[in-house]
C-alpha cells in the first residue's frame, strides 16, 4: 500500500478514500466530519501518533479480503498466521503511523479545500454525463463496507503522506548502466548442438543386491509409508436425490405459475438514448433545435453535451421515477419533452423497443414442475436434518437416528484420505467427496462428527468405523515396488554415467559429430537460444548449463523430456545489438518501481530510528479475534 501512496493524491490510493469527504458533508455537515473521532483502545503509536483498535480491524479485515480472493475462500486463522498478514498490516500501519507523525513535526497538513476539490474530480463518483453523482458516491462506499469518517481520515492521511514521499522517490529510475546489463544478459544469443540419451530399458537392469536394495529402501522409506485408512458409514441428505416430480399436480403446477408469472415474464426493454444538460435554457435551445430537424445527436453537440446511450434495459434499470415514465412513455426515435432529472434537465429519446414476452404455461410446465418437486424435497431435507440431530443429541447413535427418521446408512470400507482403498479396488462414489474425507479424517474416534453441509441445503452425517493407524511398511511387503524403483533409478543412473563419459570423450579432443555417430545418437542443434527461448527448445536444466561458460563449453544436463539426458557443445556466442531493447517498458518500469519502494523503505527505517514506537500486543490479540 505504501508504494502506491507514493503517486500521490493523483494515484488509486486517493481514489480509494476520495468519496469520504463529500458524503460526510452530505450525511452530516463538513464540520463535524473533520473532527477527530475517538479511536478506542490504541495497537501502537509512534511519537505522539497513534493507530487505534478500529484502524487496525480495517486494515486487517481488507488483508483478510485479499487474501480470500487469491485462496478463493476465507482463511482459517492459523492459515492467516502462516501467510503473515498480522505482521504486515502491523508493518503497513507502522510505516502510516511514522510518516503521520513526521508530517505532524514538520508541520505538513492537507487543506479541507483540497480534499473537497479531490473528491468533487474524482472520475469513480460522476455520472455517465461526467458530472459529480452523490448517489454513485455512496453506492462505491456501501460497497466498500468502510465508513465514510474512516475515508476522509485515510484520504487526508493519504495525501499529507505524500507530500513527504513525493520528492523522495517520483521521477526516480535504475540507472542506464543496469539496464543495460540486463538487457546484454537477456539478449545474448547461443547456438547450441546436443544429442540426446534415453536410459536403457528396465528390464536389461540387472536386479539389485540385497544390500543395495536394503539401502535404497531406507533412504525412501517414507514412500512406502502405509497411510491412515478409515471406515465409515454415512447418511446423505439432498434434495436432488429425494425430489419427486411425478408426486406434483397439474392443479399445483397451474397455480404456481400464475403466483409466479413475473418469473416467466421478460419485461419491455427500450433502447434509450439521453441528454443531461448544464440547464433548463440549453435544454430548451436543444428541444427548438429538434422541432426544427436538427438531429438529437447534433443537438446534443450544438449545446457542449453528449449523448448518453443507456442500452436496452427495463423500466426496473432507470432508477428515478421521472424519467422511467418519460422514457417509457415515449414513441420511438421521437425525442421527449425537458424532464427535471436528479443531475439536471434531460431529453430522452428511444430507439428500439422490445416488447414484453410471456413464456407460455406448456412450454415451461417441467420447469415448474421441476421446481416444485425441488422445493418439497427441501422441506423433507430439513425435516430430516432435523429429526436426525435431535434424535442424535438425545444419544442415538447415527444408525438408530436414521432408522427412525426413515433412512439407511452405506457403509465405506477402510479408504486413505484420498478415498482410495488398501487393497487398489475402484475408489467409492461420495457425496462432497474432499468436504466429506476432510471430515472424516478430522473425526475424533467416540465422538460424533458434524454433519458436512454443501451446496445449499445438502447435508452428509458421518459415522467413523475402523482406524487403520498409518505404519511403515516392511521391506518384504513392498519389495517388488522397491525393485521396481530401484530399476528406474538406476537405469537413469547408467544413462547419466554414460552422458558424462560422452561429454569427456568431446572435451578430449573428439567432435560431437564423431562421439554421436559411433553410438548411434544423433546431433541436433537449438540455434540462437536465448536463456528465456532455451527453456523451451532444451530444458532450464540444459540452458543453464549451455550459459555457464564461453563458446566450446561442454556439458551434461537433463533433457526438456523427463528423464532423459543431453549432452551438448556452445557452438557459437552472439552477443545482444541493442542490450537496452532486450528490456521491455514493462519491465523498466517494475525496476523502477522497486527502486521507488526500495528508497521509500528506507526512509520509513531512517524515521523508525529516530521516532519511538510502541505496540499494545494485547488490544492487538483482542482486534485480532474481533474482526475473525
Known amino acids: 500500500m505504501m508504494s502506491q501512496m507514493r503517486r500521490g493524491a493523483s494515484s488509486w490510493v486517493a481514489r480509494l478514500f476520495l468519496g469520504a469527504l463529500a458524503v460526510s458533508f452530505v450525511g452530516w455537515g463538513i464540520t463535524d466530519v473533520l473532527r477527530n473521532r475517538d479511536g478506542g483502545s490504541t495497537i501502537l503509536t509512534a511519537g505522539d501518533t497513534r493507530v487505534s483498535v478500529p484502524d487496525f480491524q480495517l486494515a486487517y479485515r481488507q488483508g483478510l479480503n485479499r487474501l480470500s480472493q487469491q485462496l478463493q475462500r476465507r482463511p482459517s486463522t492459523e492459515e492467516a498466521e502462516a501467510f503473515g498478514l498480522d505482521q504486515a498490516v502491523l508493518s503497513q500501519l507502522t510505516a502510516g503511523a511514522l510518516l503521520d507523525e513526521q508530517a505532524r513535526r514538520l508541520g505538513v497538513g492537507v487543506s479541507d479545500d483540497g480534499l473537497i476539490q479531490l473528491i468533487q474530480n474524482e472520475p469513480a463518483f460522476k455520472d455517465q454525463s461526467g458530472n459529480f453523482s452523490r448517489n454513485t458516491m455512496r453506492a462505491v462506499l456501501a460497497n466498500a463496507q468502510i465508513t ?3 475515508y476522509l481520515e485515510d484520504l487526508r492521511g493519504s495525501a499529507t503522506r505524500n507530500q513527504l514521499i513525493a520528492p523522495l522517490s517520483d521521477g526516480a529510475s535504475v540507472p542506464a548502466a543496469f539496464v543495460e546489463a540486463l538487457g546484454a544478459y537477456n539478449g545474448e544469443r547461443r547456438t547450441v548442438n546436443f544429442m540426446r540419451l534415453t536410459p536403457p530399458p528396465v528390464d536389461s537392469v540387472e536386479a539389485p543386491t540385497d544390500e543395495a536394495l536394503d539401502d535404497f529402501y531406507t533412504q525412501g522409506q517414507d514412500a512406502y509409508r502405509a497411510p491412515e485408512y478409515r471406515g465409515f458409514s454415512f447418511l446423505s441428505l439432498s434434495p436432488a436425490a429425494l425430489a419427486d ?4 399436480t397439474d392443479d399445483a403446477i397451474a397455480a404456481s405459475y400464475e403466483a409466479n408469472r413475473a418469473r416467466y415474464t421478460t419485461p419491455e426493454r427500450r433502447q434509450v438514448e439521453q441528454i443531461v444538460f448544464a440547464d433548463r435554457a440549453s435544454a430548451d435551445r436543444a428541444m427548438q433545435a429538434m422541432a426544427s430537424g436538427t438531429s438529437f445527436a447534433d443537438a446534443a453537440t450544438a449545446e457542449g453535451r453528449q449523448v448518453a446511450d443507456l442500452g436496452l434495459v427495463p423500466r426496473s434499470a432507470i432508477p428515478n421515477a421521472t424519467l422511467a415514465d418519460a422514457a417509457f412513455s415515449a414513441t420511438l426515435n421521437t425525442p421527449t ?7 439536471g434537465p434531460v431529453i430522452m429519446q428511444v430507439r428500439e423497443i422490445a416488447p414484453e414476452v410471456v413464456r407460455p404455461l406448456d412450454e415451461v410446465r417441467d420447469e415448474v ?17 432435523n429429526a436426525i440431530s435431535e434424535a442424535m443429541q438425545n444419544g442415538a447413535p447415527l444408525a438408530e437416528a436414521a432408522q427412525q427418521a426413515g433412512y439407511a446408512l452405506q457403509t465405506v470400507a477402510p479408504v486413505d484420505a484420498s478415498g482410495n482403498p488398501a487393497d487398489a479396488s475402484a475408489a467409492p ?17 467416540g465422538m460424533p462428527p458434524q454433519p458436512v453441509n454443501y451446496q445449499g441445503n445438502n447435508y452428509v452425517f458421518i459415522e467413523l468405523g475402523d482406524v487403520v493407524p498409518a505404519r511403515d511398511r516392511p521391506l518384504a511387503e513392498v519389495r517388488d515396488r522397491v525393485v521396481a524403483d530401484w530399476k528406474v533409478d538406476e537405469a537413469e543412473r547408467l544413462m547419466t554415467d554414460r552422458a558424462e563419459a560422452l561429454a569427456e570423450r568431446v572435451r578430449g579432443g573428439q567432435s560431437l559429430a564423431d ?11 537449438a540455434a540462437a537460444i536465448t536463456r528465456e527461448s532455451g527453456r523451451a527448445e532444451i530444458g532450464e536444466a540444459a540452458t543453464r548449463a549451455a550459459f555457464s561458460g564461453p563458446q566450446g563449453t561442454v556439458a551434461e544436463a537433463p533433457a526438456l523430456e523427463s528423464g532423459q539426458a543431453v549432452v551438448l557443445q556452445v557452438t557459437e556466442v552472439a552477443d545482444a545489438a541493442d542490450p537496452a531493447a532486450n528490456v521491455p517498458a514493462q519491465a523498466r518500469q517494475s525496476l523502477d518501481e522497486t527502486m521507488r519502494e526500495d528508497l521509500f523503505q528506507s526512509y520509513v527505517a531512517y524515521l523508525q530510528g529516530s521516532i519511538p514506537v510502541s505496540l499494545n500486543n494485547a488490544a492487538l490479540q483482542q482486534a485480532k479475534v474481533a474482526v475473525r
Open 148 to 150: 465514510e469518517q474512516s
Open 245 to 248: 416430480p411425478a408426486a406434483i
Open 337 to 343: 419533452a425537458v424532464v427535471d432529472g436528479p443531475f
Open 369 to 385: 414442475r421441476n421446481a416444485l418437486a425441488l422445493e418439497a424435497a427441501n422441506s423433507k431435507v430439513t425435516d430430516a436434518y
Open 429 to 445: 462414489d461420495l457425496p462432497a467427496k474432499p468436504q466429506l474425507l476432510a471430515a472424516v479424517f478430522a473425526a475424533q474416534p
Open 515 to 525: 562421439v554421436a555417430a559411433a553410438e548411434g545418437l544423433t546431433v541436433e542443434t
